[in-house]
Nanobody
Framework: QVQLVESGGGLVQPGGSLRLSCAAS????????MGWHRQAPGKQRELVVV???????NYADSVKGRFTISRDNAEKMVYLQMNSLKPEDTAVYYC???????????????WGQGTQVTVSS
């Protein structure tokens, strides 16, 4: 059974930093594209960043230069280092794992339960 468990959220002041972690289990981690999404109150869930199984990354424009994704395939972990946090980064952050077919279409798609990040003074 696949599980994604996020941790590391919390309350931080504007300009501060947080590091989110996502622990994966029950899956061949290295072949999955791993990503972080977020959902703010009253808004749709949006992509923050994705790292493909090959290591390529795609960041949302709003977080470029401030957030960094990394993954440890041996430990089945993915991380999101968030610096220079802004109030508009406040959201529930979700870890996502996608296994894609050769044509790019998703074959498996898993989500964690989310971790709250609140940026406020």
């Amino acid at each position: 059974q696949v599980q994604l468990v996020e941790s590391g959220g919390g309350l931080v002041q504007p300009g501060g930093s947080l590091r989110l972690s996502c622990a994966a289990s029950g899956m061949l981690f290295s072949v999955y594209d791993m990503g972080w999404h977020r959902q703010a109150p009253g808004k749709q869930r949006e992509l923050v960043v994705v790292m493909t199984s090959g290591g390529s990354t795609n960041y949302a424009d709003s977080v470029k230069g401030r957030f960094t994704i990394s993954r440890d395939n041996a430990e089945k972990m993915v991380y999101l280092q968030m610096n220079s946090l802004k109030p508009e980064d406040t959201a529930v952050y979700y870890c996502n794992a996608v296994l894609r077919k050769v044509d790019g279409r998703p074959l498996n798609d898993y989500w964690g339960q989310g971790t709250q990040v609140t940026v406020s003074s």
